[in-house]
Protein backbone atom coordinates (compact mmCIF):
# COMPACT_ATOMS: atom_id res chain seq x y z
CA UNK A 1 0.00 0.00 0.00
CA UNK A 2 2.94 2.23 0.89
CA UNK A 3 5.31 0.72 -1.88
CA UNK A 4 5.61 3.65 -4.58
CA UNK A 5 6.83 3.13 -8.58
CA UNK A 6 8.08 -0.08 -10.16
CA UNK A 7 9.90 -1.84 -7.55
CA UNK A 8 7.52 -3.74 -5.71
CA UNK A 9 6.27 -7.35 -5.91
CA UNK A 10 2.71 -8.02 -5.28
CA UNK A 11 2.15 -11.29 -3.28
CA UNK A 12 -1.41 -13.08 -2.54
CA UNK A 13 -1.24 -16.69 -1.42
CA UNK A 14 -1.04 -19.65 0.77
CA UNK A 15 1.34 -19.99 3.30
CA UNK A 16 2.62 -22.80 1.45
CA UNK A 17 2.67 -20.68 -2.06
CA UNK A 18 4.49 -17.93 0.16
CA UNK A 19 6.92 -20.25 1.15
CA UNK A 20 7.63 -21.35 -2.34
CA UNK A 21 7.50 -17.70 -3.84
CA UNK A 22 9.67 -16.50 -1.45
CA UNK A 23 12.40 -19.14 -1.72
CA UNK A 24 12.21 -18.92 -5.43
CA UNK A 25 12.69 -14.88 -5.80
CA UNK A 26 15.38 -14.78 -3.04
CA UNK A 27 17.21 -17.69 -4.48
CA UNK A 28 17.40 -16.63 -8.16
CA UNK A 29 17.68 -12.69 -7.70
CA UNK A 30 20.95 -13.25 -5.27
CA UNK A 31 19.80 -10.95 -2.32
CA UNK A 32 22.44 -10.20 0.21
CA UNK A 33 20.26 -9.55 3.11
CA UNK A 34 16.03 -10.07 3.62
CA UNK A 35 14.58 -7.10 6.02
CA UNK A 36 11.18 -7.40 8.21
CA UNK A 37 8.99 -5.78 9.97
CA UNK A 38 8.85 -7.91 13.18
CA UNK A 39 9.59 -11.54 13.45
CA UNK A 40 6.10 -12.84 14.39
CA UNK A 41 3.99 -13.05 11.95
CA UNK A 42 3.47 -16.39 9.59
CA UNK A 43 5.12 -15.01 6.69
CA UNK A 44 8.09 -13.89 8.72
CA UNK A 45 8.57 -17.20 10.18
CA UNK A 46 8.75 -18.63 6.98
CA UNK A 47 11.30 -16.18 5.25
CA UNK A 48 13.09 -16.88 8.41
CA UNK A 49 13.17 -20.39 8.32
CA UNK A 50 14.39 -20.41 4.19
CA UNK A 51 16.89 -17.71 4.73
CA UNK A 52 18.57 -19.68 7.22
CA UNK A 53 18.84 -22.15 4.63
CA UNK A 54 19.93 -20.16 1.79
CA UNK A 55 22.59 -18.39 4.08
CA UNK A 56 20.86 -15.10 3.81
CA UNK A 57 21.28 -12.56 7.07
CA UNK A 58 17.83 -11.70 8.33
CA UNK A 59 17.52 -8.17 9.95
CA UNK A 60 14.48 -7.33 11.88
CA UNK A 61 13.21 -3.98 12.50
CA UNK A 62 10.61 -3.32 15.38
CA UNK A 63 9.48 0.11 17.29
CA UNK A 64 12.41 1.01 19.55
CA UNK A 65 12.66 -1.03 22.84
CA UNK A 66 13.24 2.57 24.52
CA UNK A 67 11.25 5.72 22.75
CA UNK A 68 11.47 8.13 21.49
CA UNK A 69 14.61 8.62 19.34
CA UNK A 70 15.51 5.14 18.61
CA UNK A 71 14.20 2.21 16.52
CA UNK A 72 15.37 -1.37 16.82
CA UNK A 73 17.62 -3.31 14.43
CA UNK A 74 17.96 -6.93 15.28
CA UNK A 75 19.34 -10.05 13.27
CA UNK A 76 17.30 -12.84 13.32
CA UNK A 77 14.33 -11.61 15.46
CA UNK A 78 13.26 -9.16 18.21
CA UNK A 79 11.51 -9.10 21.30
CA UNK A 80 11.56 -13.14 23.13
CA UNK A 81 12.96 -13.97 20.16
CA UNK A 82 15.85 -11.31 20.29
CA UNK A 83 19.72 -13.06 20.26
CA UNK A 84 19.94 -11.66 23.63
CA UNK A 85 16.53 -12.49 24.95
CA UNK A 86 17.32 -13.51 28.74
CA UNK A 87 21.07 -12.77 28.74
CA UNK A 88 23.36 -10.28 30.47
CA UNK A 89 25.78 -8.51 29.17
CA UNK A 90 29.48 -9.58 29.80
CA UNK A 91 31.93 -7.72 31.87
CA UNK A 92 34.26 -6.99 28.82
CA UNK A 93 33.54 -3.90 27.78
CA UNK A 94 32.35 -2.02 31.22
CA UNK A 95 33.60 0.93 30.99
CA UNK A 96 32.17 1.59 26.98
CA UNK A 97 28.22 1.17 28.85
CA UNK A 98 28.90 3.49 30.44
CA UNK A 99 29.56 6.26 28.01
CA UNK A 100 26.83 8.89 27.90
CA UNK A 101 25.62 9.36 24.42
CA UNK A 102 22.08 10.45 23.74
CA UNK A 103 20.01 9.05 20.45
CA UNK A 104 17.95 11.96 19.01
CA UNK A 105 15.34 13.04 20.24
CA UNK A 106 11.74 13.94 17.55
CA UNK A 107 8.64 15.32 17.46
CA UNK A 108 5.58 12.52 18.81
CA UNK A 109 4.85 10.34 16.31
CA UNK A 110 1.48 8.94 17.91
CA UNK A 111 -0.74 10.58 15.44
CA UNK A 112 0.76 9.52 12.65
CA UNK A 113 1.03 6.15 13.85
CA UNK A 114 -2.36 5.99 14.46
CA UNK A 115 -3.32 7.43 11.07
CA UNK A 116 -0.70 5.20 9.38
CA UNK A 117 -2.70 2.08 11.54
CA UNK A 118 -6.33 2.77 10.73
CA UNK A 119 -5.54 3.77 6.97
CA UNK A 120 -3.62 0.02 6.66
CA UNK A 121 -6.61 -1.10 7.98
CA UNK A 122 -9.44 0.28 6.55
CA UNK A 123 -7.56 -0.64 3.00
CA UNK A 124 -7.08 -3.92 3.89
CA UNK A 125 -10.55 -4.62 5.15
CA UNK A 126 -12.27 -3.09 1.77
CA UNK A 127 -9.23 -4.58 -0.84
CA UNK A 128 -8.35 -7.84 0.84
CA UNK A 129 -9.24 -11.35 -0.50
CA UNK A 130 -10.13 -14.45 1.20
CA UNK A 131 -6.60 -16.21 0.60
CA UNK A 132 -4.76 -12.86 1.69
CA UNK A 133 -6.84 -12.98 4.89
CA UNK A 134 -5.51 -16.10 5.94
CA UNK A 135 -1.68 -14.50 6.50
CA UNK A 136 -2.82 -11.49 8.32
CA UNK A 137 -1.43 -11.35 11.81
CA UNK A 138 -4.24 -9.51 12.93
CA UNK A 139 -8.23 -10.84 12.40
CA UNK A 140 -10.12 -8.71 9.59
CA UNK A 141 -11.20 -5.96 10.78
CA UNK A 142 -14.72 -4.04 8.86
CA UNK A 143 -14.46 -0.75 8.15
CA UNK A 144 -16.81 0.80 9.64
CA UNK A 145 -16.45 -0.68 12.81
CA UNK A 146 -12.71 0.22 12.62
CA UNK A 147 -13.39 3.75 11.92
CA UNK A 148 -16.18 3.95 14.62
CA UNK A 149 -13.31 2.60 17.12
CA UNK A 150 -10.93 4.84 15.89
CA UNK A 151 -12.93 8.14 16.07
CA UNK A 152 -14.03 6.63 20.12
CA UNK A 153 -10.29 6.44 20.80
CA UNK A 154 -9.59 10.47 19.80
CA UNK A 155 -13.40 11.63 21.34
CA UNK A 156 -12.00 9.12 24.84
CA UNK A 157 -8.25 10.78 24.65
CA UNK A 158 -9.63 14.72 24.74
CA UNK A 159 -13.01 13.24 26.75
CA UNK A 160 -10.27 12.12 29.61
CA UNK A 161 -7.84 14.74 29.94
CA UNK A 162 -9.19 16.15 32.83
CA UNK A 163 -9.83 12.91 34.34
CA UNK A 164 -7.03 11.51 33.43
CA UNK A 165 -4.76 14.44 34.91
CA UNK A 166 -6.76 14.57 37.55
CA UNK A 167 -6.09 10.94 38.76
CA UNK A 168 -2.34 11.31 38.18
CA UNK A 169 -2.16 14.90 40.80
CA UNK A 170 -4.25 12.50 43.32
CA UNK A 171 -1.94 9.62 42.89
CA UNK A 172 2.13 11.54 43.21
CA UNK A 173 0.47 13.82 45.87
CA UNK A 174 -1.25 11.32 48.14
CA UNK A 175 -0.06 7.76 47.12
CA UNK A 176 3.92 8.49 46.16
CA UNK A 177 5.59 5.30 46.00
CA UNK A 178 2.16 3.62 47.40
CA UNK A 179 0.92 2.24 43.96
CA UNK A 180 1.43 -0.56 41.87
CA UNK A 181 1.48 0.10 38.01
CA UNK A 182 -0.24 -2.71 35.51
CA UNK A 183 0.30 -1.62 31.74
CA UNK A 184 -1.73 -3.02 29.31
CA UNK A 185 -0.66 -3.90 25.86
CA UNK A 186 -2.69 -3.80 22.85
CA UNK A 187 -4.98 -6.48 22.81
CA UNK A 188 -3.92 -8.36 19.56
CA UNK A 189 -0.12 -7.52 19.95
CA UNK A 190 1.86 -10.35 18.69
CA UNK A 191 3.28 -10.14 21.92
CA UNK A 192 0.61 -11.45 23.82
CA UNK A 193 0.97 -14.96 21.18
CA UNK A 194 2.95 -17.75 22.08
CA UNK A 195 5.47 -15.06 23.83
CA UNK A 196 2.78 -14.50 26.54
CA UNK A 197 2.62 -17.86 28.17
CA UNK A 198 -1.30 -18.00 28.06
CA UNK A 199 -1.51 -14.45 29.40
CA UNK A 200 -3.52 -11.80 28.15
CA UNK A 201 -5.04 -8.62 29.35
CA UNK A 202 -8.28 -9.73 30.89
CA UNK A 203 -5.70 -12.84 32.73
CA UNK A 204 -3.52 -10.43 33.79
CA UNK A 205 -6.47 -7.60 35.14
CA UNK A 206 -8.30 -10.46 37.11
CA UNK A 207 -4.97 -11.93 38.50
CA UNK A 208 -3.76 -8.61 39.14
CA UNK A 209 -6.61 -7.36 40.75
CA UNK A 210 -7.28 -11.02 43.27
CA UNK A 211 -3.74 -11.12 44.00
CA UNK A 212 -3.39 -7.44 45.24
CA UNK A 213 -6.69 -7.33 47.29
CA UNK A 214 -5.42 -10.90 49.30
CA UNK A 215 -1.54 -9.65 49.32
CA UNK A 216 -0.56 -6.00 49.12
CA UNK A 217 -0.04 -3.45 51.66
CA UNK A 218 -3.83 -1.79 52.46
CA UNK A 219 -2.28 1.16 52.08
CA UNK A 220 -1.62 0.68 48.74
CA UNK A 221 -3.37 1.71 45.25
CA UNK A 222 -3.61 -0.32 42.25
CA UNK A 223 -2.83 1.21 39.18
CA UNK A 224 -4.08 -0.16 34.95
CA UNK A 225 -2.47 1.88 31.93
CA UNK A 226 -4.45 0.98 29.27
CA UNK A 227 -2.42 1.55 26.02
CA UNK A 228 -3.24 4.09 23.95
CA UNK A 229 -3.97 2.31 21.00
CA UNK A 230 -6.73 0.61 22.71
CA UNK A 231 -8.26 3.65 23.74
CA UNK A 232 -11.28 3.37 21.40
CA UNK A 233 -11.23 -0.54 21.05
CA UNK A 234 -10.75 -1.52 24.60
CA UNK A 235 -13.62 -2.77 26.88
CA UNK A 236 -11.34 -3.53 30.02
CA UNK A 237 -12.46 -0.03 32.16
CA UNK A 238 -15.65 -1.88 32.50
CA UNK A 239 -13.53 -4.96 33.36
CA UNK A 240 -11.25 -3.67 35.68
CA UNK A 241 -14.65 -1.90 37.86
CA UNK A 242 -16.34 -5.17 37.93
CA UNK A 243 -13.42 -7.01 39.56
CA UNK A 244 -12.57 -4.47 41.68
CA UNK A 245 -15.82 -4.62 43.23
CA UNK A 246 -16.00 -8.10 43.48
CA UNK A 247 -12.59 -8.25 45.43
CA UNK A 248 -13.87 -4.90 47.53
CA UNK A 249 -10.72 -3.17 46.40
CA UNK A 250 -12.62 -0.98 43.92
CA UNK A 251 -11.67 2.20 45.97
CA UNK A 252 -8.48 1.52 45.99
CA UNK A 253 -7.95 0.54 42.25
CA UNK A 254 -7.36 3.72 39.16
CA UNK A 255 -7.50 4.01 35.48
CA UNK A 256 -5.27 5.58 33.42
CA UNK A 257 -5.40 5.91 29.11
CA UNK A 258 -3.12 8.74 28.57
CA UNK A 259 -0.57 10.61 30.84
CA UNK A 260 3.18 10.06 30.67
CA UNK A 261 4.06 6.43 31.76
CA UNK A 262 7.21 7.32 32.42
CA UNK A 263 6.41 9.82 35.52
CA UNK A 264 4.04 6.92 36.53
CA UNK A 265 6.62 4.53 36.72
CA UNK A 266 9.11 6.86 38.24
CA UNK A 267 6.93 7.35 41.34
CA UNK A 268 5.54 3.77 41.82
CA UNK A 269 6.14 0.55 44.39
CA UNK A 270 6.26 -1.47 41.73
CA UNK A 271 4.97 -2.67 38.00
CA UNK A 272 3.25 -5.56 36.75
CA UNK A 273 3.71 -6.29 32.98
CA UNK A 274 3.47 -9.64 30.89
CA UNK A 275 5.92 -8.27 28.33
CA UNK A 276 5.63 -5.20 27.61
CA UNK A 277 8.90 -3.11 26.86
CA UNK A 278 7.34 -0.85 29.84
CA UNK A 279 9.45 -3.14 32.19
CA UNK A 280 12.76 -0.87 30.88
CA UNK A 281 11.29 1.79 32.43
CA UNK A 282 11.00 0.01 35.40
CA UNK A 283 14.12 -0.83 35.53
CA UNK A 284 15.25 1.99 34.86
CA UNK A 285 13.27 3.72 37.28
CA UNK A 286 14.48 1.43 40.13
CA UNK A 287 11.32 -0.31 41.26
CA UNK A 288 10.09 -3.83 41.40
CA UNK A 289 9.49 -5.34 38.49
CA UNK A 290 7.08 -8.64 37.99
CA UNK A 291 7.10 -10.04 34.69
CA UNK A 292 4.85 -13.09 33.53
CA UNK A 293 5.44 -13.63 30.10
CA UNK A 294 8.77 -14.18 27.63
CA UNK A 295 9.88 -10.77 28.08
CA UNK A 296 13.58 -10.46 26.42
CA UNK A 297 14.50 -8.52 29.52
CA UNK A 298 13.19 -11.42 31.68
CA UNK A 299 16.39 -12.18 34.01
CA UNK A 300 16.01 -13.29 37.86
CA UNK A 301 18.52 -10.59 38.25
CA UNK A 302 16.31 -8.05 36.65
CA UNK A 303 13.01 -8.75 37.81
CA UNK A 304 10.71 -11.04 39.79
CA UNK A 305 9.87 -13.62 37.01
CA UNK A 306 6.06 -15.36 37.59
CA UNK A 307 5.83 -18.96 36.15
CA UNK A 308 2.42 -19.68 37.77
CA UNK A 309 0.13 -17.37 38.40
CA UNK A 310 0.01 -17.98 42.21
CA UNK A 311 3.51 -16.68 42.33
CA UNK A 312 2.05 -13.35 41.86
CA UNK A 313 1.06 -13.23 45.61
CA UNK A 314 4.24 -12.85 46.78
CA UNK A 315 5.70 -9.95 44.46
CA UNK A 316 3.63 -7.27 46.51
CA UNK A 317 6.44 -7.43 49.33
CA UNK A 318 9.26 -9.29 47.65
CA UNK A 319 10.37 -5.93 46.76
CA UNK A 320 13.60 -6.71 44.62
CA UNK A 321 15.06 -4.56 42.69
CA UNK A 322 18.66 -4.96 40.76
CA UNK A 323 21.47 -2.73 42.01
CA UNK A 324 21.84 0.82 39.97
CA UNK A 325 24.71 -0.04 38.26
CA UNK A 326 23.79 -3.70 36.78
CA UNK A 327 20.50 -1.68 35.65
CA UNK A 328 22.31 1.29 34.05
CA UNK A 329 24.84 -1.55 32.73
CA UNK A 330 21.85 -3.94 31.11
CA UNK A 331 19.95 -0.97 29.57
CA UNK A 332 22.89 0.73 28.15
CA UNK A 333 23.95 -2.98 26.54
CA UNK A 334 20.45 -2.88 24.78
CA UNK A 335 20.92 0.33 23.49
CA UNK A 336 24.66 -0.81 22.38
CA UNK A 337 23.39 -4.29 20.58
CA UNK A 338 19.45 -3.55 19.66
CA UNK A 339 19.09 -0.04 19.01
CA UNK A 340 19.67 3.06 16.48
CA UNK A 341 18.87 6.63 16.13
CA UNK A 342 15.55 6.97 13.83
CA UNK A 343 11.62 6.78 14.16
CA UNK A 344 9.45 4.95 12.09
CA UNK A 345 6.46 7.80 11.27
CA UNK A 346 7.71 11.18 12.19
CA UNK A 347 8.81 12.63 9.28
CA UNK A 348 12.66 14.16 10.46
CA UNK A 349 13.24 10.41 11.96
CA UNK A 350 12.54 8.40 9.20
CA UNK A 351 15.10 9.45 6.93
CA UNK A 352 17.58 9.09 9.82
CA UNK A 353 15.67 5.86 10.60
CA UNK A 354 16.98 4.62 6.66
CA UNK A 355 20.66 5.84 7.19
CA UNK A 356 20.81 3.73 10.70
CA UNK A 357 19.58 0.66 8.27
CA UNK A 358 21.85 1.53 6.04
CA UNK A 359 24.91 1.27 8.61
CA UNK A 360 23.76 -1.88 10.12
CA UNK A 361 23.96 -4.05 6.86
CA UNK A 362 26.99 -2.53 5.91
CA UNK A 363 27.99 -3.69 9.40
CA UNK A 364 26.68 -7.09 8.84
CA UNK A 365 28.33 -7.49 5.91
CA UNK A 366 31.78 -5.83 7.24
CA UNK A 367 31.55 -8.53 10.22
CA UNK A 368 31.22 -11.44 7.26
CA UNK A 369 27.51 -11.78 8.44
CA UNK A 370 28.33 -11.67 11.78
CA UNK A 371 26.42 -8.19 13.75
CA UNK A 372 28.95 -5.54 14.52
CA UNK A 373 27.78 -3.90 17.66
CA UNK A 374 27.65 0.28 17.34
CA UNK A 375 29.19 2.11 20.29
CA UNK A 376 27.22 1.77 23.87
CA UNK A 377 24.61 4.67 24.16
CA UNK A 378 23.23 6.03 27.80
CA UNK A 379 19.30 6.01 27.37
CA UNK A 380 18.82 6.29 31.31
CA UNK A 381 17.71 10.39 30.45
CA UNK A 382 15.84 8.87 27.72
CA UNK A 383 13.85 6.80 29.51
CA UNK A 384 13.25 9.49 32.13
CA UNK A 385 11.22 10.91 29.34
CA UNK A 386 9.64 8.01 27.64
CA UNK A 387 5.40 7.80 27.93
Known amino acids: MFARGGKSLHFSGTADVWRDWFTEIVGEHGFDHVVLFGCEREIHKIAIEQCATLNIPVLSLEEGYIRPGFVTM ?15 PSDKDDEKRRERTRGTNFPSSFGAMATYAFTYFSVRGVFSTLSERKLFHKHKRSLA ?11 RKFRNLGSNYRTMERLLEHHDKKYYIVPLQVHDDSQLGAAASGWNNQKLILKSIVSFARNAPPTHQLVFKIHPMERGHSQDKQFIRQVGVLNNVSDRIHILDSGSLGLMTRHAAGMVTINSTSGLSALQHGIPLAVLGQAFYRHPALAFCVNKGIELDSFWSSGHVAPVAQRRDYL ?34 AAGRVV ?13 QSQ
Open 332 to 365: NWIAQECLHPGDYYAYEGIEVAVNSLLEKLRAVD
Open 372 to 384: ELPEASNVMPLLA
Open 74 to 88: EVGGNNWRSPIAGLL
Open 145 to 155: PEAFYWIKNYY
